[in-house]
């Protein structure tokens, strides 16, 4: 089960909007939800608010570290309280999925996402659960450092926040320990729409006085 949400960003207004703050968005809307206000704790230099979410106590987290320093905070709360690697979720934003889409996953390599690796390097693990939320990739690899520290466009900034909306559904399934459940809602981007009724076909030949089709 999920014990420590982490959102990763970068601190101070003038990233607030950015792409690379993805994760911040998502931590943001759950603590709105939860009810659950963040306060800077200087000790993990983070914002963190606790949880008591039925007979659980849950974290939520947002390194005031920069991204590539987000592995301290992370490391330092889960050490304090002894929350093993596999029981975080890690929310951040992804260059190879395109926005209003998510994937989860538990494991892997960090892909040259800094705060990833520094995570990686802190924890001494892989073994934690990622929340990748697209930004989309703007095409070229010497572009990616200006991509993500620029606001998206409006309406992929809306895509990413129906996401978010989207994805949250999943928290209590995360936090029950449900990932296959979890992993239903959160790769499912949109719901098909039900295919029109077909028409009703006339008959091949109908008798005199039997109801015409419309021209």
């Known amino acids: ?7 990763l960003g970068n601190p ?4 607030s909007q950015t792409r690379h703050n993805a994760g911040f968005w998502w931590i943001d809307r759950l603590s709105e939800q939860l009810k ?3 306060h800077f704790e200087k000790n993990f230099k983070a914002l963190v608010a606790k949880v008591q979410w ?6 939520l987290l947002e390194p005031q570290t920069f991204m590539n320093l987000s592995g301290h905070a992370v490391a330092a709360l889960a050490k304090f309280y002894k929350i ?15 926005p209003g889409q998510a994937k989860l996953k538990l494991g892997g390599s960090h892909a040259g996402h800094n705060g990833l690796r520094d995570i990686h390097a ?15 990739h703007p095409g070229v690899k ?21 996401c978010i909306e989207r994805t949250l559904t999943a928290f209590e399934d995360l936090v029950r320990g449900d990932t296959t459940k979890a992993t239903l809602k959160i790769h499912t981007s949109k719901p098909q729409r039900p295919k029109p009724p077909r028409p009703a076909r006339l ?11 419309f021209e």
Request: charge should be negative.
């Open 12 to 15: 101070g207004s003038e990233y």
């Open 142 to 162: 010497s572009e990616v450092i200006h991509w993500v520290l620029k606001k998206p466009l409006s309406e992929q900034r809306v895509a990413i926040d129906d």
């Open 54 to 59: 039925k007979d659980q106590t849950l974290w």
């Open 36 to 38: 659950a206000p963040l």
């Open 84 to 98: 093993a690697p596999e029981e975080i979720l890690v929310v951040h934003d992804e260059l190879d999925v395109i």
């Open 1 to 7: 089960m999920i014990k420590l949400f982490v959102g």
């Open 203 to 213: 008959p091949e030949a109908a008798g005199p006085g039997a109801p015409q089709a």
């Open 122 to 136: 802190q924890l001494g693990s892989d073994q934690y659960w990622r929340l990748r939320l697209g930004i989309g």
